[in-house]
């Protein structure tokens, strides 16, 4: 089946305005994590969904980000007020419910973002 | 908390040759580590995952890691670099499942012809 896609894959907007990223997980897969990486560094993650749960928001930088999932399908991730430090490339992953520690996330390609 | 550190931002190695990208972990707990490859513009793909059934794992494209509990360590080795193996690579750690991955810096593996 069709994996986890993103859109839009590149996006250039000018600092001060808001910007929303999308993510469409794999069908079925429960969990759903937002992660930012930025140029020479490693993935930091941002948020993170599981089914009807409350989610986790303890990754996101600050209160410009926010993120929503309607039930198991689609987030978006959504950055107000655009900062320089905000570029980077956001990428979204989505993993099955239950499966353990050895479960695999399952990656888009990722939102190229550029603030100018 | 969990993480773990990748030495070296860049490797370098000429083809046929042996490829050994390292990671160190650092856990209180039995570490659930994964090794990530990301192609220019692309996503990650999962090489490979320690699963603690064998201390030697093996994974896609011919890498391989080993757990070494002693050494703290999960280096990624393949015994023969191809030109299509120049990719990012991530070492990750999780604390359970359905958690976020907490991932290395990451190192960047160029290939020489």
């Known amino acids: 089946g069709a994996g986890v896609s993103q859109s839009p894959s590149n996006k250039v907007t000018e600092k001060g305005k808001d910007v929303e990223l999308r993510c469409d997980p794999i069908s079925g897969h429960t969990a759903l994590y937002w992660y930012r990486q930025r140029l020479g560094q490693g993935l930091e993650f941002l948020i993170y969904?599981?089914?009807?749960?409350?989610?986790?928001k303890s990754g996101l930088p600050s209160d410009r980000f926010s993120a929503e999932r309607t039930g198991e399908s689609v987030s978006t991730l959504t950055i107000q007020r655009t900062q320089q430090e905000d570029s980077a490339v956001y990428l979204c992953?989505?993993?099955?419910?239950?499966?353990?520690?050895?479960?695999?996330?399952?990656f888009g390609p990722g939102t190229r973002l550029t603030v100018l | 908390a969990q993480s773990v550190t990748q030495l070296g931002s860049h490797v370098s190695v000429s083809e046929g040759a042996l490829v050994l990208l390292r990671c160190n972990y650092s856990s209180s707990v039995p570490p659930y580590l994964f090794w990530y490859v990301q192609y220019p513009n692309q996503g990650l793909q999962l090489l490979l995952k320690?699963?603690?059934?064998?201390?030697l794992v093996k994974g896609i494209n011919g890498f391989e890691a080993e757990f070494k509990k002693s050494e703290t360590s999960f280096h990624l080795t393949k015994p023969s670099a191809h030109m299509s193996d120049a990719a990012e690579y991530f070492c990750?750690?999780?604390?359970?499942?359905?958690?976020?991955?907490?991932f290395g810096k990451g190192t960047r593996l160029s290939v020489i012809a």
């Open positions: 992953a989505s993993e099955t419910q239950g499966g353990g520690y050895y479960n695999e996330q399952f």
């Open positions: 320690y699963t603690s059934a064998a201390t």
């Open positions: 969904f599981q089914g009807n749960s409350a989610p986790d």
């Open positions: 990750a750690v999780r604390r359970a499942g359905n958690t976020p991955l907490v």
